[in-house]
T-cell receptor, first 114, second 114 residues
């Protein structure tokens, strides 16, 4: 099925460890995003990309890095995980010509940093 | 900076009744888009409805309608004839101007009572 696939779905990290979250979409969407969801705070934008090879900071970029080497993939990296990064992470994508439809979201990654 | 405010952390509604979920926004852009998403307990994000700032009529999608009051900067979601399956978290979001990234509110947890 077409859509946005996030891996992994669950992960537990120790403080200081690093990891990469992978987001892949097969809809040829130009735009991709990484959000984090925390209770009572909704979804907050971490980083986003408007095309292959481009990235930009969102509202809460500190402690994260991203790369978009291929149009279909958007990677989110945590270099040194902290307990404050415990959250549910959502990847999303959108098309430039179908802005009325908002985003297509992945199913989320639940990350716990202990 | 754009801001979305959802003042109702939790709402209860009786099955088959209508319910209104409040959303106010703040932006200096003349052109913008407003979205509502549903997040069931399973965690996925489901797009419900879209309203453009220049749309003269309120958007409707089945049992969902968006009560758009531009002067008041409000974009309330109305769900008619509530069903048990409507129990979920609901997020209001805004896309300012020509940007593609969405800003989300903190969400409203709706519980439909039998």
């Amino acid at each position: 099925n077409a859509g946005v696939t996030q891996t992994p779905k669950f992960r537990v990290l120790k403080t200081g460890q690093s990891m990469t979250l992978l987001c892949a979409q097969d809809m040829n969407h130009e735009y991709m995003y990484w959000y984090r969801q925390d209770p009572g705070m909704g979804l907050r934008l971490i980083h986003y990309s408007v095309g292959e090879g481009t990235t930009a900071k969102g509202e809460v970029p500190d402690g994260y890095n991203v790369s978009r080497l291929k149009k279909q993939n958007f990677l989110l990296g945590l270099e040194s995980a902290a307990p404050s990064q415990t959250s549910v992470y959502f990847c999303a994508s959108s098309s430039w010509d179908r802005i009325h439809y908002g985003y297509t979201f992945g199913s989320g990654t639940r990350l716990t940093v202990v | 900076a754009q801001k979305i405010t959802q003042t109702q952390p939790g709402m209860f509604v009786q099955e088959k009744e209508a319910v209104t979920l409040d959303c106010t926004y703040d932006t200096s852009d003349q052109s913008y888009g407003l979205f509502w998403y549903k997040q069931p307990s399973s965690g996925e994000m489901i797009f419900l409805i879209y309203q453009g700032s220049y749309d003269e009529q309120n958007a409707t999608e089945g049992r969902y309608s968006l009560n758009f009051q531009k002067a008041r900067k409000s974009a309330n979601l109305v769900i008619s004839a509530s069903q048990l399956g409507d129990s979920a978290m609901y997020f209001c979001a805004m896309r300012p101007g020509s940007a593609r990234q969405l800003t989300f509110g903190s969400g409203t947890q709706l519980t439909v009572l039998p």
